[in-house]
């Protein structure tokens, strides 16, 4: 039990803190609100926990059989994020009238969950601390995904609450766009820890 309560310690604190998926879910509330992105809230909530299963169960030993691969996935979510921060900054919503993006879909959020690299610290960090190479590495690792996919749920809804609550305070178009170019501008500074030597 103590174990369980470490991982969801360390889940939550890792799952309620900034980083790509957090400020997408907050501009997606804020721009589309809470029902058209609960598809997007939920790929992140499932995409993640089968993250840690594939890297605990094997993705880790690929990768650095083949580094390469690791590589060209790093480049395709550095190149995925500058697009969603584009998508971001240029976005209207419903205040305007028209919408000019979708919010993401359940799809493509849990396939996010590959190219994010606060994902990708947490899911390793999690299974290094976690688990004990004396036993069994399988349940140790359903554990660590069972307890983030229990934790998911409540940071996330945090998070696509807050832009809810933001768009009550954004009362014209002027100030959703600010909003909107502050969040693709954070999104893209979530890329530095990527790119930094």
């Known amino acids: 039990m103590e174990l369980i309560l470490a ?8 799952g309620i803190t900034p980083g790509p998926n957090n400020v997408m879910l907050m501009s997606s509330g804020v ?8 598809p997007h809230l939920t790929g992140i909530c499932l995409g993640f ?4 299963l594939a890297i605990g169960l094997g993705m880790s030993a ?11 996935i790093k480049y395709i979510g550095i190149a995925y994020l ?3 921060s584009w998508l971001i900054a240029n976005s209207s919503s419903k205040m305007e009238g028209k919408q000019t993006s ?3 879909s359940f799809i493509q959020a849990a396939a996010f969950q590959w190219i994010n690299p606060k994902g990708w610290i947490m899911a390793v960090g999690a299974i290094a601390a ?4 004396d036993t069994a ?5 359903l554990t660590i995904a069972a307890v983030f996919l229990a934790v998911a749920f409540p940071c996330a809804i945090t998070w696509l609450g807050f832009g809810v609550a933001l768009k009550r305070l954004l009362k014209n178009e002027r100030q959703q766009k600010i909003f909107n170019i502050s969040m693709a501008v954070l999104l893209v500074a979530s890329i530095i820890p990527m790119v930094a030597p």
């Open 82 to 84: 500058l697009y969603l």
């Open 102 to 104: 979708n919010p993401l």
């Open 62 to 72: 690929l990768f650095q059989t083949y580094p390469v691969i690791h590589l060209i």
């Open 130 to 133: 976690f688990t004990n190479l």
């Open 31 to 38: 721009n589309f609100g809470i029902k058209a992105s609960l």
């Open 7 to 14: 991982i969801a310690l360390f889940a939550f604190s890792s």
């Open 49 to 52: 926990p089968c993250m840690v």
């Open 137 to 141: 590495l399988t349940p140790q690792i």
